[in-house]
Structure formats: structure tokens, C-alpha cells
């Protein structure tokens, strides 16, 4: 039996994660977290009965705790309560799915506490893989990617030396305008924006998508988790994504992971790693797969990417304003308050404005998060 938490079990990646753990009864879950959708997290303690169910919100945390009164299970709230379910004595693993920086110190204390962790999470690594990293090295702890190009990328490298990497091929479906032109971003909507062609995930992150912010965060944290130059990452667009991303080596081998878009695929792998599983779903047909086609991601038009490695190679806390930024202009966004391009917009300011602490502290990156959001409220 294998005991699992979930940072974030409401969300896209967070109910797929269940959705395996059904289907899998060597899989326990002992902890669940959520920002504050109480209604869906009630449903989940009922059916799982984990030992401490962990709710952002603080006000929400009450009244799931009168809710669930009739039920063993703790119920914690507010930042101390994230983290108390990241250090879960019962767990083994933390599945970190939960959007945002809220993720980085729950995700720092699991570390410290000896759990691996199955990475969900972008900004942990985009805003403070040079604390985690270091950090899950000296504690021994795995950090398994879950993100299917980071995964397909680990699947890739299995049984490989690190060394002889010539280059890490992160393959992007383009998101749902791939070939409109800057004019024409202008005036899309949130509903287009929310249509991605191939996987359904949340809102923010097919936002992400269509932007190409999404990529360049992958970017950022491909760096870290296997130790490369940004010069070693190189962005392909590959419109149906089948091949979810490649590994050259330094013989001009390229080994790629394929498959249907189904984020349950790397979930599952990173919970039972190095062990694979059965799996239900679709399977790739290549009697009628009669084509791969690939492009170069357009980078004038799509301003995240360029963006986000601009943002990479200057570093320090570079990357965090990058981040706050957008996920501060995303909100806006979906709200209907800026349209599409005024995302690239606020994150070019927010960048421009920025001084960079060379190697932050997390107490500097909350602070430059804090600030950064703080400057764009202001402003919007």
C-alpha cells in the first residue's frame, strides 16, 4: 500500500490524480488540500476518508468542518494547514497539483520531511529551483514530473546518463490560435481563449496555453529538473500533440515519448515510477496516423515564450516577476477586466520595473511576488 497527499485534489490534475488512485486499490490517500471549493472536497473526504483534509481558505475550512462533522477526519486551514498535509507523517508522496506560489513553502517543508514529490506545480521550480533543487538532492528525496512534456522528457531519459543530453526538444501544441496574427489576438475572447484543441485542463493554464506563457514556464523548469543549459531547451510546436517531447543525445539519437493526450498517463507513471501500469483510454492507431507535422513556435506574435526565457536568463528573481505577473494578468483576463494581449502587456511592464535579486531567499521571492501583484491591482 502506498499512502498519497494531494495538494490541490479539486483541480484538473488533483481529480485525475483520484481518478487513478480508484483504479488502483494499493493506492491510499491520507491527505487532501484545496484553495476553497468545499463542495467538491466534501465529496472527496466522504469517498476517501483521508486522515486531514487542508483548506486554503480559511472561512471555507469552518464550514467544511461543520460539514464533515460526522466524519474522522482533521480539518486544517490557512498556510500552516497546507503545510501541516505536506508533512503528513502517513504519506509517502505528495502530489503538488495546486495552481500558484501558494504551492512553493508546502512543497519546501515536504522535502524536508523526506516525501518525494510528484511535481504538478510550475512555479516551485520556475520561482525557487535553485532552492529545491539542492535541497531534494541533500534530503535524497525524487522529484517526479507530472507536467506530460516534463514527464515524456523523464521517460526519455530513463536508463540515460544526464551527460550526454545534446538537447531537451519540448514539443507545444500551439494552443487554440496557433497562425493568427497579432491583430487578430486583439479581439479574442475568454470563451476562445478556454477551447484548447487537444487536452483539457484549467483555466488558467489553457490560458497559459494560448498565450505560450505555458511554455516558457516549462522551459524555466526543464532547466532545473534535469540540470541543462537554456541553450540545451529548444520549443517545437507539434499541433496534435502525439509526441508529447524528445531527448537528442550527443550521437544524434533522439528518443521521444508518444501517446493520446491524457494527463492520467504521467500522473500514474510518477506515482508508481520506475513500475508501469495498465492503463484505460485511447491508444495511439499508427495504421491511420498518417502524419507528425512539426513547426517553429511563432514568437513574435506569441510574446510569453521570448518572455519567459528572457526572464530565464536573466534570473534571480527574474523569473518570479514573470510569474506573478502573468498569473496577476491571467486573473484579469478571465474576468474580463484587459483583453487578451494586454497579459503580454502587464508582464513587459512588470519586468521592465523589476531590479533582480541575484540568488533570492523565499522570504525575497513571496516578498517580489507580494509587490509585483500588489503593483498591478494598483495599476488595473
Not at 59 to 67: D, G, N, P, V
Not at 252 to 265: E, S
Not at 298 to 320: H, Q, R, Y
Amino acid at each position: 500500500m502506498k499512502n498519497i497527499a494531494i495538494l490541490g485534489s479539486t483541480g484538473s490534475i488533483g481529480t485525475q490524480t483520484l481518478d487513478i488512485v480508484q483504479r488502483n486499490p494499493d493506492l491510499n490517500v491520507v491527505g487532501l488540500g484545496a484553495g476553497r471549493n468545499i463542495d467538491l472536497l466534501e465529496k472527496q473526504i466522504r469517498e476517501f476518508k483521508p486522515v486531514l483534509a487542508a483548506v486554503f481558505d480559511e472561512q471555507k475550512a469552518e464550514e467544511l468542518r461543520i460539514r464533515v462533522a460526522d466524519t474522522p477526519t482533521k480539518i486544517v486551514s490557512g498556510m500552516e494547514g497546507l503545510i501541516e498535509l505536506s508533512v503528513l507523517p502517513e504519506s509517502e508522496i505528495l502530489v503538488t497539483a495546486i495552481v500558484g506560489m501558494i504551492g512553493i513553502r508546502p512543497t519546501i517543508e515536504a522535502i524536508r520531511a523526506g516525501k518525494d514529490i510528484a511535481l504538478a506545480n510550475k512555479e516551485t521550480l520556475v520561482t525557487a529551483g535553485h532552492l529545491i533543487m539542492p535541497l531534494a538532492s541533500q534530503m535524497k528525496v525524487s522529484i517526479l514530473p507530472v507536467d506530460s512534456e516534463h514527464s515524456a522528457i523523464f521517460q526519455a531519459l530513463h536508463g540515460e546518463q544526464r551527460r550526454q543530453i545534446s538537447k531537451l526538444l519540448i514539443t507545444a501544441s500551439g494552443g487554440p490560435f496557433r497562425g493568427r496574427t497579432a491583430e487578430e489576438l486583439e479581439h479574442v475572447t475568454v470563451e476562445e481563449t478556454l477551447k484548447h484543441p487537444n487536452w483539457v485542463m484549467g483555466q488558467k493554464i489553457t490560458v497559459d496555453s494560448a498565450t505560450l506563457v505555458n511554455k516558457g514556464l516549462e522551459v524555466m523548469e526543464a532547466r532545473w529538473l534535469f540540470d541543462v543549459d537554456l541553450s540545451q531547451i529548444q520549443v517545437v510546436v507539434q499541433p496534435k500533440s502525439i509526441i508529447h517531447s524528445m531527448v537528442e543525445f550527443r550521437d544524434g539519437a533522439v528518443i521521444a515519448q508518444l501517446g493520446t493526450p491524457d494527463m492520467r498517463l504521467p500522473i500514474q507513471y510518477a506515482l508508481f515510477y520506475p513500475e508501469r501500469r495498465y492503463l484505460d483510454g485511447d491508444r495511439l492507431d499508427f495504421r491511420t496516423l498518417k502524419e507528425i507535422t512539426f513547426e517553429e513556435p511563432d514568437m513574435k506574435t506569441f510574446l510569453g515564450l521570448p518572455m519567459a526565457i528572457e526572464a530565464a536568463e536573466k534570473g534571480g528573481s527574474m523569473p518570479t516577476v514573470f510569474n506573478a505577473a502573468n498569473e496577476a494578468a491571467v486573473k484579469l483576463f478571465l474576468e474580463r477586466k484587459i483583453g487578451f494581449t494586454d497579459i503580454y502587456r502587464i508582464i513587459r511592464s512588470s519586468m521592465d520595473e523589476h531590479h533582480v535579486i541575484a540568488a533570492p531567499a523565499l522570504d525575497e521571492i513571496l516578498a517580489v511576488e507580494r509587490e509585483t501583484r500588489d503593483r498591478i491591482e494598483s495599476r488595473w
